[in-house]
């Protein structure tokens, strides 16, 4: 069974960093492309990033690019999302995804919270 | 960028209802189109992919159609838990957009 689980999310001030992981189970992680997805709460969804299966030629939503980084560490089965230069629009449920072979987001995690805030 | 239209906003339906969700790209997205239920507190669920495709354990009462521009999401008859937010999304080139979102109220 596909698992994903993020963690790292929590309230940091506007300026501040913070780094969230996605553990992945249940299949082989090194061979699938990944997402990460946002939601701020009573809003709708917004792609944030994607990363293929090297880690190589990693792609962003305008909104986020220059201050958050996609990385991957296949040997941990595990995907992270560096976020610095955090503002109060970056506060929402972060999601990670698998993604399909026609470029869906398959399988997604439970999300996790980040809260920027003074 | 690529704009996702998606329409209604929100519906309102009955159970055993047969309802149209509809979503229309700014430009053709050659089938890079899925969709997705989300219930309150909890990450959407897949439930086509490549426009007309079911994801494995969807119940078949839910399709897809469309090509080029303009897609649609069926419900062909409404059950209780199908009440949710419904979203489609562009994979087609990034950045990635899904539309605003569908919610579908009891009515």
């Known amino acids: 069974e596909v698992q994903l689980a993020e963690s790292g999310g929590g309230l940091v001030q506007p300026g501040g960093s913070l780094r969230l992981s996605c553990e992945a189970s249940?299949?082989?992680?090194?061979?699938?492309?990944m997402y990460w997805a946002r939601q701020a709460p009573g809003k709708g969804l917004l792609w944030v990033s994607r990363?293929?299966?090297?880690?190589?030629?990693?792609t962003y939503a305008d909104s986020v690019k220059g201050r958050f980084t996609i990385s991957r560490d296949n040997a941990k089965n595990t995907l992270y999302l560096q976020m610095n230069s955090l503002r109060a629009e970056d506060t929402a449920v972060y999601y990670c995804?698998?993604?399909?072979?026609?470029?869906?987001?398959?399988?997604w995690g439970q999300g996790t919270l980040v809260t920027v805030s003074s | 960028d690529i704009q996702m239209t998606q329409s209604p906003s929100s519906l309102s339906a009955s159970v055993g209802d047969r309802v149209t969700i509809i979503c229309r790209a700014s430009?053709?997205?050659?089938?890079?189109l899925s969709w997705y239920q989300q219930k309150p507190g909890k990450a959407p669920k897949l439930l086509i992919y490549a426009a007309s495709s079911l994801q494995s354990g969807v119940p078949s009462s839910f399709s897809g159609s469309g090509s080029g521009t303009d897609y649609t999401l069926t419900i062909s008859s409404l059950q209780p838990e199908d009440f949710a937010t419904y979203y489609c999304l562009q994979s087609y080139s990034p950045p990635y957009t899904f539309g605003q979102g569908t919610n579908l109220e009891i009515k």
């Open positions: 430009q053709n997205i050659k089938s890079y």
């Open positions: 990363i293929d299966t090297e880690g190589s030629s990693p």
């Open positions: 249940g299949f082989t992680f090194s061979q699938w492309w």
């Open positions: 995804a698998r993604r399909g072979y026609s470029g869906e987001f398959e399988f």
